[in-house]
């Protein structure tokens, strides 16, 4: 018992020696572990203080990821709504292609029908130019000829006009003769047995009517042309008036200067209307 209460004392001693060693240990280094407590709680603070920072940037870069990722998801799918129309159009192009392709063969075969109605129309169009052509030439003939005709009826007219006029010059020829006769057979002169019939040149001469008036005398046309004794005119001479080759009337001169006269204009009792510039001959064609 008592060696047991010895041993425990002892321990008992061992333990506050111990103890004391301890205290003393803790002691010396309770400063020390303060300290490096409170450094060790400052480092933790400032490892909580970082690591939450750190937390809050990748927070912010984890929204940024995340707004990115909504971005390119928006994107995405703004390129596939746009694939989606460009395939659209792609579809309405391609049938607006075939459509087209359609309508070139389309228009193709209208072009073909029209250049051959086209051939058909201009080989219309050439009979009826030729024929038109065929018409006209025919027209023009037959005017050619109108016009043939009317110079030759004029021609005739004028030769009949100057065949009369000649009838009836011979014809009061004639009765002059007569008369003369009788007055000679009468042994009377007769005034009129001096030859007054107008004579007609004996040489081819044309000139122009210069001017033209009425005899305030006698009421005669008188007409003055630029033929004179020169051009071996005389009075009492006859020459033809004509215009674009119609005969229109007689002159006789009844003066006959150098190389101007005046001639009584003898229409017949026809209405001829003598101008000036008229043409003078001495023989009708």
Request: charged share 25%; with cysteine; hydrophobic share 40%.
């Amino acid at each position: 018992m008592h060696t047991v209460t010895k041993v425990l004392v002892v321990f008992a001693a061992i333990l506050c020696v111990v103890l004391s060693a301890l205290t003393m240990a803790y002691a010396v280094n309770a400063d020390r572990i303060t300290a490096d407590y409170q450094a060790e709680s400052t480092r933790r603070a400032q490892a909580e203080l970082a690591a939450t920072n750190d937390a809050a940037r990748q927070r912010v870069e984890l929204q940024t990821k995340e707004d990115q990722l909504s971005a390119a998801n928006t994107q995405i799918a703004q390129l596939l709504t746009e694939n989606r129309r460009l395939a659209g159009e792609k579809t309405e192009l391609v049938s607006r292609a075939m459509r087209a392709e359609t309508q070139q063969a389309s228009v193709t075969d209208k072009i073909s029908q029209l250049a051959a109605t086209n051939q058909t129309q201009a080989k219309i169009i050439e009979n009826y130019s030729n024929e038109v052509t065929s018409l006209r030439d025919n027209e023009l003939r037959y005017r050619r000829e109108q016009i043939q005709l009317s110079d030759r009826i004029a021609d005739l007219s004028s030769q009949n006009e100057v065949l009369e006029q000649n009838t009836r010059a011979l014809q009061e020829q004639l009765t002059a003769a007569q008369e003369n006769q009788q007055a000679t057979a009468a042994g009377i002169v007769s005034p009129t047995a001096r030859d007054t019939t107008p004579r007609v040149p004996s040489i081819q001469l044309d000139g122009r009517v210069t001017r033209v008036e009425k005899s305030a005398v006698n009421g005669d046309t008188l007409a003055q042309i630029n033929l004179g004794t020169n051009n071996q005119l005389k009075d009492n001479m006859r020459l033809f008036i004509v215009r674009n080759g119609q005969y229109l009337a007689d002159i006789i001169i009844v003066k006959a200067d150098q190389r101007e006269s005046v001639g009584k204009i003898m229409t017949y009792g026809r209405a001829v209307d003598v101008r000036v510039d008229d043409k003078v001959t001495s023989t009708l064609k």
